[in-house]
């Protein structure tokens, strides 16, 4: 259930009138503005957005529209009014959407520190052969923030936060490498190190990898806009990037010839998990409300998708020379 507050001048209530014959509604005037408080299923906020973006005239400071999530209702009119409404496919608001990715537009200290400790966790994991330490170092990471805020972004023409965000996932993955790099060298005169099959796992590139990056960052988008745990669809977009980043640290300093190899699988994971939530955006339908915002969208989105497949298709032929 959502509770909507639409404050706005006396002089819009007339277009907005028409809205409100099908939703439960409180109106109050208060001088020369009209206060209405709206209730109604998560399903139809959508269209109600929609609607009120065409009847509520934005250009006065007054003029406001406010979202609310209400703990709970206790209202016999109001189930009663709810009954009596066909409820439409649910689409979570482009507004709600754009506002999520914002915490992952900026590096913070928290990012990097979290970042940090997820790359030694999966070194360690990985000189151990050991999965659960692994699985438990991608709980950790954060990197679906990036590739989200990149798929929503560039889904709604925000060319800039798009590009940001690519930064940001590239600084990151730059940061495990490093990382990993320092950290095998700071440990080896006292540990004998040695490649383990997990290590081994990921020396090489293949297709099979670029299909399940797409699948992974279709299912990622795709989870997060109906709802469930952050967690959950960040672990699946770790395990394309966190070991691959990590490996490709370790083999610069062990075997540096193959690092090229993990290299080139940690870039092939990234350019697949853009592409497949770029698609996942699209399957969704996530865009601009206003008519041409959605045009210059959608000529952002194939001009992205376009250099994501030549950048794919020439990462996967490097790969087969190797």
Do not use: W
């Not at 206060?35 to 006065?60: C, G, W």
């Not at 016999?76 to 709810?82: I, P, Y």
């Not at 670029?210 to 669809?233: N, Y």
């Not at 966190?242 to 370790?250: E, K, R, S, Y």
């Amino acid at each position: 259930m959502k509770k909507v507050i639409i404050t706005a001048k006396k002089e819009n209530l007339e277009k907005i009138e028409p809205i409100l014959k099908d939703v439960f509604h409180f109106l109050k005037e208060e001088e020369d503005l009209v206060r209405i408080t709206i209730y109604l299923h998560d399903e139809r906020l959508d269209d109600l957005i929609s609607k009120l973006h065409d009847t509520v005239d934005q250009r006065y400071k007054e003029s406001m529209i406010e979202v609310f999530t209400p703990d709970f209702i206790i209202s016999s009119a109001l189930k009663r009014a709810e009954k009596k409404i066909e409820k439409p496919k649910e689409k979570t608001p482009v507004e709600k959407l754009i506002y999520s990715t914002k915490p992952h537009l900026r590096l913070d200290i928290g990012k990097i520190a979290l970042t940090s400790v997820a790359g030694i966790i999966a070194l360690t994991g990985l000189f151990m052969n050991n999965v659960a330490i692994i699985i438990g170092a991608m709980l950790l990471s954060p990197l679906l923030g990036p590739i989200y805020a990149f798929a929503i972004n560039t889904a709604v023409g925000r060319a800039r936060d798009a590009f940001k965000s690519i930064g940001n996932l590239g600084i990151l993955l730059l940061m495990v490498i490093v990382l990993s790099y320092l950290t095998t060298l700071s440990i080896s005169p006292f540990i004998e190190l040695s490649l383990t099959q997990e290590i081994l796992a990921r020396m090489s590139s293949s297709f099979i990898y670029i299909l399940m990056a797409l699948l992974l960052g279709f299912a990622s988008i795709l989870a997060l806009s109906k709802g469930i745990s952050e967690s959950i669809a960040g672990v699946a977009i770790a395990a394309a990037l966190l070991p691959p980043a990590v490996v490709t640290g370790i083999l610069f300093f062990l075997y540096p010839p193959r690092a090229i190899n993990c290299l080139t699988l940690t870039l092939e994971n990234v350019l697949g998990l853009m592409a497949g939530s770029l698609s996942a955006t699209l399957l969704l339908d996530i865009g601009p409300r206003k008519y041409y915002e959605r045009v210059v969208a959608r000529k952002f989105i194939a001009r992205t998708f376009l250099v994501l497949i030549i950048l794919l298709a020439l990462l996967f032929a490097f790969s087969l020379l190797l």
